[in-house]
C-alpha cells in the first residue's frame, strides 16, 4: 500500500472521529455504507478502525486502546496524540490548501464562464440593434416613392359636368380598364388647384405662411369624379377634381409610395 494512500486513509480516520458521534448506530451505519462503495479504510489501521465504531455504536464493551498507535484513546478509537499528529500534519494542511486551491479555480472559471456569456450576450444585442438599424435604413430603398403620375395633356377650360366629364377621361379611358363615375358638383380650395404638377396638398399646406393661408383658402366650384381600376389582379380606386379652368387633382391609389390620403396636382 502506497503512503499517500495510508496518509489519505488515516487522515480520513481522524476527521470522521472528530466529527461523529460513533455511539449512534445511524451514523456509523452510514459511514460503513459510504465504505462498501468507496473502499477507503482497507489498510489494518482501517479495518481496525470499522470494528472499532461499529462496536461502540452496538454497544459492546471496547478497549480504549488508540487503533492506530495502541496508546490509551479518551473515545476509544483514536488517542489525542494522534489525532493532533495526523490532523496537524504537512499532509492534511496540503490537502485542505489544494482543495482551497481547487474551490478557488473553480471560482474563477464559473465566472471566467459567465463573463463569456454576458460578453456574447452583449455583442449579439449589438449586432442586432445594427441589424435593426441597417434594415430601419434601408426601407426606403424597398419602398422609393415613384414619382406621381401626371396629366399628359393640356389643361381646357370646362362649362358642364359632360366637358368635365370629357377631360378627365382623357387620362382615364375605359379601353385601358378605368371606370369614371360623376360624383356631384362641390367647391374646392383654389390654392390646390395652384400647386407645381405633382405637389401634395396637404404636404405643402403645412408649409404656408399665414398670408399665403389667406389666398390659398379661397373656394372655387369643381365637379368631382369616381375613378376605379380592376384588371390584372390589380385595383386601383380614387377621386379626380377640375375646376372650371381645367385644373385637376386627384387622390387614390394612383400615386405609386405616395400618401393616398391627399390630393394631388395632376393636370
Ligand atoms: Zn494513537
Aim: charged share 30%; glycine share 6%; aromatic share 12%.
Amino acid at each position: 500500500m502506497g503512503d499517500e494512500k495510508l496518509k489519505q486513509e488515516l487522515l480520513y480516520m481522524v476527521k470522521l472521529t472528530s466529527k461523529y458521534d460513533f455511539t449512534r448506530m445511524e451514523v456509523v451505519e452510514g459511514i460503513l455504507r459510504l465504505e462498501n462503495e468507496r473502499e477507503i479504510l482497507g489498510s489494518v489501521f482501517g479495518k481496525r478502525f470499522k470494528g472499532r465504531i461499529f462496536d461502540i455504536a452496538a454497544g459492546v464493551e471496547v478497549d480504549d486502546k488508540c487503533v492506530i498507535c495502541g496508546q490509551h484513546a479518551d473515545n476509544h478509537v483514536i488517542c489525542n496524540h494522534c489525532m493532533e499528529t495526523i490532523g496537524d500534519s504537512d499532509y492534511a494542511k496540503n490537502k485542505i490548501k489544494t482543495k482551497e486551491k481547487q474551490r478557488l479555480k473553480l471560482n474563477v472559471n464559473v465566472k471566467k464562464c459567465i463573463t463569456t456569456v454576458i460578453l456574447a450576450l452583449l455583442v449579439l444585442i449589438l449586432l442586432f440593434q445594427i441589424w435593426i438599424l441597417i434594415m430601419w435604413y434601408s426601407i426606403p430603398d424597398y419602398n422609393k416613392p415613384e414619382k406621381p403620375r401626371v396629366s399628359e395633356f393640356d389643361i381646357t377650360p370646362v362649362s358642364s359636368e359632360e366637358e368635365a366629364y370629357n377631360q378627365i377621361i382623357l387620362d382615364f379611358p375605359e379601353e385601358e380598364g378605368y371606370t369614371v363615375t360623376f360624383g356631384r358638383a362641390d367647391t374646392e380650395y383654389v390654392g390646390r388647384f395652384n400647386l407645381e404638377l405633382g405637389d401634395c396638398c396637404l404636404e405643402k399646406e403645412d408649409e404656408l405662411t399665414d398670408e399665403e393661408r389667406y389666398d390659398y383658402f379661397f373656394t372655387e366650384d369643381v365637379y368631382i369624379f369616381y375613378i376605379s381600376y380592376l384588371q390584372n389582379h390589380s385595383s386601383k380606386v380614387g377621386m379626380a377634381e377640375i375646376n372650371q379652368d381645367g385644373e385637376i387633382i386627384i387622390e387614390g391609389t394612383f400615386n405609386d409610395g405616395r400618401r393616398t390620403d391627399s390630393f394631388y396636382k395632376f393636370r
